[in-house]
Nanobody
Framework: QVQLVESGGGLVQAGGSLRLSCAAS????????MGWFRQAPGKEREFVAG????????YYADSVKGRFTISRDNAKNTVYLQMNSLKPLDTAVYYC???????????WGQGTQVTVSS
């Protein structure tokens, strides 16, 4: 079982930056794929970025490519999402998720609110 807790959300102005953290706990999760998702009011949840605990390729939604960076610190059991050049359209609840395959994320955090004002 894996527990995920997001933090780092808040209110920022357009063009600003935030760094989200996803702290993982529980049994081993070294083989997991980690992803960040977001959901804005009235819209479906969408994939934002993904990475494996062991490193390797990273994946980004076109809407955030070049602005967001996903990374991980295995020693701290933490995955990060560095968000730069934030836009009002980035406003959403951001969720951390984990799964053994990219096609299925079985574990989810409670989410952290990101609000970008203009």
């Amino acid at each position: 079982q894996v527990q995920l807790v997001e933090s780092g959300g808040g209110l920022v102005q357009a063009g600003g930056s935030l760094r989200l953290s996803c702290a993982a706990s529980g049994r081993t999760f070294s083989p997991y794929r980690m992803g960040w998702f977001r959901q804005a009011p009235g819209k479906e949840r969408e994939f934002v970025a993904g990475i494996k605990w062991g490193g390797g390729n990273t994946y980004y939604a076109d809407s955030v490519k070049g602005r967001f960076t996903i990374s991980r610190d295995n020693a701290k059991n933490t995955v990060y999402l560095q968000m730069n050049s934030l836009k009002p359209l980035d406003t959403a609840v951001y969720y951390c998720a984990a799964g053994i395959n990219w096609g299925q994320f079985d574990y989810w955090g409670q989410g952290t609110q990101v609000t970008v004002s203009s």
